[in-house]
T-cell receptor
Framework: EAQVTQNPRYLITVTGKKLTVTCSQNMNHEYMSWYRQDPGLGLRQIYY???????DKGDVPEGYKVSRKEKRNFPLILESPSPNQTSLYFCASSLRSPTEAFFGQGTRLTVV | GQNIDQPTEMTATEGAIVQINCTYQ??????LFWYQQHAGEAPTFLSY????GLEEKGRFSSFLSRSKGYSYLLLKELQMKDSASYLC?????????????FGAGTRLAVHP
């Protein structure tokens, strides 16, 4: 089944404790991206990747890192999480841009 | 800069027709997507318009006017399961890459 898989689905952590949210797609898509979704603000792009080893900042990259060492995986790293990074995070992939994006099921992160 | 506007909330009656509008101001316009998102779930693709005109797909249709910076999503024969948020997303070509920018979404409530 074609899908984008994110883990974990839910995470509660403390300020400053490094964490990684994984994202994997099995559709051989070139384009992957991370979004955060906050009430009233919609989906905002954090980082995106056009292909392996090609990444760039989105609209809200501060406090996040990504890597794209292989085509299927695009992890999101929070080196030192802070409470303002409490949000719902979505990973998405598409064959290329602009084509239909497939979203993962989301990761609800709470930083206390 | 870029700006995408859509109504925050709408209500409609089961069996009726509803039109959700989206206006945008952006440079490098390269298409517009509509996504559906049920509460707590991932967005799912509904439509993509890049040329002016109406695209029909079953009960859902999407219209685009590039000169007016305007799109709408038309939902016919509304069903209770259509209660969801509807996200307008504009593709902006900048710096050699396409970037997807989302509006804040329109929350649609369908009542009997």
């Amino acid at each position: 089944e074609a899908q984008v898989t994110q883990n974990p689905r839910y995470l509660i952590t403390v300020t400053g404790k490094k964490l990684t949210v994984t994202c994997s797609q099995n559709m051989n898509h070139e384009y992957m991206s991370w979004y955060r979704q906050d009430p009233g603000l919609g989906l905002r792009q954090i980082y995106y990747s056009m292909n392996v080893e090609v990444t760039d900042k989105g609209d809200v990259p501060e406090g996040y890192k990504v890597s794209r060492k292989e085509k299927r995986n695009f992890p999101l790293i929070l080196e030192s999480p802070s409470p303002n990074q409490t949000s719902l995070y979505f990973c998405a992939s598409s064959l290329r841009s602009p084509t239909e994006a497939f979203f993962g099921q989301g990761t609800r992160l709470t930083v206390v | 800069g870029q700006n995408i506007d859509q109504p925050t909330e709408m209500t409609a009656t089961e069996g009726a027709i509803v039109q959700i509008n989206c206006t945008y101001q952006t440079s490098g316009f390269n298409g517009l997507f509509w996504y559906q998102q049920h509460a707590g779930e991932a967005p799912t693709f509904l439509s993509y318009n890049v040329l002016d005109g109406l695209e029909e797909k079953g009960r859902f249709s999407s219209f685009l006017s590039r000169s007016k910076g305007y799109s709408y999503l038309l939902l016919k024969e509304l069903q209770m399961k259509d209660s969801a948020s509807y996200l307008c997303a504009v593709v902006m070509f900048s710096g050699g890459y396409n970037k997807l920018i989302f509006g804040a979404g329109t929350r649609l409530a369908v009542h009997p």
